[in-house]
């Protein structure tokens, strides 16, 4: 069954090749394409929760909590199980935070942390997989089993206890990838705990009752003590929690930059083609997130909870977690016209650029940069993260701080980033080190494109530094222009031609293409073949299901061309969707004779 494509039947042959749906000329139109896209992406939503259970385990990290009530001694046991340790050079350290009160550590029966605290300690989410903690230690661990005990009393009881742990790398606190942790049972129904509690047991009871590592699990589960109010107490599993949790593999409706971008060029279809109208769509994305935030903030903080709906909402350290998510919400203030500083698009617009603005991580001259994968790494990413809300608050209220802050980060990020010679960016560069990082890749190259192009709409042509971003642009597009395939999209590494044909990237580029000649910026006998070519081979990626097809999944910066060869696409991926729609808009204008 086509589940999409009914409306298309008329308009063109439809053979499967390699998975995906191979048109005849002529191409669909760019209004029929918006419309299948946008459908997708509708139909694709589900404005509602379903239940979960939570887990020991989130992002990497595990928790351990005691629960509210009776003071005493709490004791926790764990194993850390250990494999291809000796593959990583690397060292491991154990890295923890807990709240005010008196802890004690131990690994295989040595003490490796001892401290007691007023205050809870310092734990913040900085990246993905990564965290700040109270402190990190350095352990030695050999491949097999090794036995966590944790020794807990709390300052206060009228809350639960959490602790957070982890065993992370020492070079830049990610978490080690030989090391996991599970209960103490090697039953396979137990594993999933992660852990095992009591308490809270009296002041009289030998911790070694508790902590020797030589206890097996059988005797474990048939010790008995008493605790503080002298009932008999028994080593326990941790309470799972039933949590909300967003139905479907690609999650649609969350917080996440994917969202912000679909919702913002789904938009402009409604503005730009008379028959298309999804404000209603676009109205329910928003209003959920705003009607709902409250109550997961609430269950996020009764359970501990890391990973969640809205997640990265609440991480708030990325410009990943909040830039282009808010730019819908600074569009409802445009088309009202109007800044009403009281409403919620406005506080949370102005929350989220005063971050970019002040707080968001940099180098010291001001460039955009991340923790991740090297301390102070440049992902070409983040200028399109960063830009489109910037750009959409100098549109709201006429403030030259957020157009001067974009150009300001076009520039440097073009001196970081472009490879000269090709004339295409580099996915990265660490500062540490000052080196570019290993690939050419196809979506951060779009990214920057894009943020470029939006910066170029919105200046003036008389602003003094439009002809400095215009060149910037226009090299960017020639090298772009040379690795383009035969086929009409570019490569997952785009001077790699092995490397498979990958959707998004070519959206982005044949949106730039066609918006350059549209405005002027680049020449239409220069590019009309590369346009033309890449929207007839877009229109081809949808398969006989109505999926779009051939974009590639969220990617980080890695380490060899190879790596990025083999990391796989994802049908209807949202990354790519958004970048769909804005490449609709632009050859519609671009077939209606616009720049000539």
Known sequence: MFKYLSFLTALMTVSIFGGCAQQSDPAMSPEEFARHVSDVIVEGTEFHFEPAVQEFEQDGIFMVEFPAGDRGIYYARSVLRVEGIGEYDFSPQFAITYPAGTIKVQLDGKTIYSKSTNSAGHFDYIDYGLFEYEDRIPVSLDNGGHQLAIKFIPNSTDAPSRIYFNVVRSDNGLSHPAVHAQAPSTEEELTGYGYWWIGPVQEGAGESAFMNPELSAQ??????????????????????????????????????????????????????????????????????????????????????????PFGHYFRFSLLDDMGMQTVPFVNRLIAQNQIDKESQEYKLAERVTDYIMNDASRLPDGTFARFT??????????????????????????????????????????????????????????????????????????????????????????HPQKERIRNIFSQHAEGLLAVQSQDGRWHQVLDDPSTYLETSATAMFVRAFATGVNEGWLDRSVYDEAINKGWSSLTQQINEEGDVVGIVRGTPIMFSDEEYANWGTRRSDPRGLGALLYAAISVERYQQGEGE
């Not at 139905?247 to 930059?257: A, E, K």
């Open 373 to 462: 994968p090297d301390t102070m790494s440049v992902w070409a990413d983040d200028l399109f993260m960063a830009s489109i809300v910037l750009l959409k608050m100098h549109e709201l209220t006429g403030e030259e701080k957020y157009l001067d802050e974009v150009i300001h980060q076009v520039i440097k990020f073009d001196e970081y980033l472009l490879d000269e010679p090709s004339g295409i960016y580099w996915h990265g560069y660490f500062s540490r080190h000052g080196e570019y990082s290993s690939t050419k890749w196809g979506r951060a190259n779009g990214w920057t494109m894009m943020a470029k192009t939006e910066l170029l709409l919105a200046m003036p042509d008389d």
């Open 219 to 308: 005797e474990l589960v048939t010790a008995e003590f008493s605790s503080v109010n002298g009932e008999i107490i028994r080593w326990d599993l941790p309470k799972k929690h039933l949590v909300k949790s967003l139905p479907g593999w690609l999650t649609y409706q969350n917080w996440h930059y994917s969202g912000g971008t679909f919702l913002d060029a789904i938009n402009n279809v409604s503005n730009e083609f008379s028959s298309l109208d999804y404000s209603d769509y676009i109205n329910q994305h928003m209003d959920f997130f705003l009607n709902n935030i409250d109550d997961i903030a609430q269950m996020r903080e009764d359970y501990g909870l890391i990973e969640s």
